[in-house]
């Protein structure tokens, strides 16, 4: 059961209005790493997680991330308002309500199209979308996911807070910010609390490829570290070594009943192609500059 408190869960003071502003701050509204998103993402988790801790941090975040979207869509709301009256009331000449409604930006979609209100729209005006949510069901997983998410939306912060010199704006963001901090500090905590978290799932990765880091990426710029090198790792360069690495001949195959076998080799012959045949085609009809080596057009005989 959710309750709404009528007070925000922290104040937003706008100076003044500026749609333009309120169009980049939509992305933490309805865009991938916004505050809908990170909402939905864990409340669905917590609904199917088993386990009783897990499960009541993740509503409570969820529920929190809730509290943020009514946070930046009053900033929205704050920073369009001004120009939702004009629009609503034809209070300028036209020149001077479209300046108004885009200064620099794209503020004039959502004027037009939602009376500058927040939108559940990213900046570029892209709809929020449920394939924003990306669990999948395995606790390992999604803590995992879930903090590259808070880390990703703690970055669009930061840049939000960049592009504005309003205070109380960049007081509300910087609290908003550091909430994704403190969310990413609680999923590293309870996947950690797993105590076999890796890898994910049930199975075991099979021993003869779990160790080996195939340096498939060659030359000028290759690089050791951690990552590829030293006691974990059984690096392999050779060309050779890198395919078909199971010890088969690299190559697809599938049985086939004895009907199927012959129905693919009656398509094979039909489509098969003839290297030696060289047809005058459409290109070498339509050659003009630049169309590269072409067959020359038989000259036609006179009469």
């Given amino acids: 059961m959710f309750m709404h408190n009528k007070k925000l869960m922290y104040t937003v003071r706008v100076s003044e209005p500026n749609p333009a502003l ?77 300046a108004s409604m885009t200064s620099g930006g794209e503020s004039h979609t959502t004027s037009i199209l939602y009376g500058g209100g927040a939108a559940l729209i990213n900046s570029a005006g892209v709809p929020w979308t ?83 880091y195939y340096n498939m990426s060659q030359g000028e710029g290759d690089a050791s570290g951690p990552w590829n090198t030293g006691e974990q790792w059984d690096t392999v360069d050779e060309r050779e070594a890198q395919m078909a690495v199971d010890g088969g001949d690299g190559r697809a195959e599938v049985a086939l009943s004895v009907d199927e076998e012959k129905a693919v080799e009656t398509f094979a012959a039909r489509t098969r192609s003839e290297p030696e045949f060289d047809p005058l085609t459409g290109a070498d009809l339509g050659a003009g500059p630049g169309a590269g080596r072409t067959r020359p057009i038989p000259a036609v005989p006179p009469g």
């Avoid at 990170?38 to 199917?48: E, V």
């Avoid at 449920?130 to 803590?143: E, F, H, K, R, T």
């Avoid at 703690?154 to 807070?161: A, F, H, N, S, T």
């Fill in 130 to 212: 449920a394939a924003y949510v990306d669990s999948i069901g395995d606790p390992a997983c999604d803590l995992r996911s879930n903090i590259a998410a808070e880390s990703r939306a703690k970055i669009v912060y930061e840049r939000l807070i960049n592009v504005t010199d309003d205070p109380g704006i960049k007081d509300a963001l910087t609290f908003l910010m550091t909430r994704e901090v403190a969310h990413q500090k609680s999923f590293e905590k309870a996947l950690y609390a797993i105590p076999a978290n890796f890898p994910p799932g049930k199975l075991p990765g099979h021993p003869d490829f779990a160790d080996k």
């Fill in 22 to 98: 309120a169009t980049l701050m939509l992305e933490q509204f309805g865009g991938p790493q916004g505050e809908l998103a990170a909402a939905m993402r864990y409340f669905t988790q917590g609904l199917a997680d088993e386990d009783v801790g897990r499960r009541d941090m993740l509503m409570d975040i969820a529920t929190e991330e809730l509290s943020h979207l009514e946070i930046i869509g009053s900033i929205v709301a704050m920073l369009n308002r001004g120009a939702k009256g004009r629009l609503a009331e034809a209070a300028e000449e036209e020149a001077d309500l479209y």
